[in-house]
């Protein structure tokens, strides 16, 4: 089962900054539209993504998720939001 998000992400140094999005409480799998996630130096950067997650592992209609953005191996911030799955 997979849902479609959007990041909007701000990078005000004067380098391009590489990011990573990555699951934190569920498996599951992260693909990037573009699969490309730098955020321009200066400037402001927005993109949707797919979260896909094994109907397995979703036991109700809203399921809670976790995603960590990170810039290498550090953490930038921690998102909660909600995976949707069919009705139960």
Request: proline share 6%.
């Amino acid at each position: 089962i997979s849902n479609i998000y959007n990041i909007k992400l701000a990078n005000k140094t004067h380098k391009d900054i590489p990011m990573t999005l990555k699951l934190e409480n569920i498996k599951g799998e992260i693909t990037v539209v573009g699969n490309n996630l730098v955020v321009p130096k200066e400037s402001y950067f927005q993109t949707p993504f797919f979260v896909k997650i094994d109907r397995s592992l979703i036991t109700r209609r809203k399921t809670p998720i976790t995603l960590g953005v990170y810039e290498g191996d550090k953490k930038i911030k921690t998102v909660n939001t909600t995976f949707l799955g069919p009705g139960f």
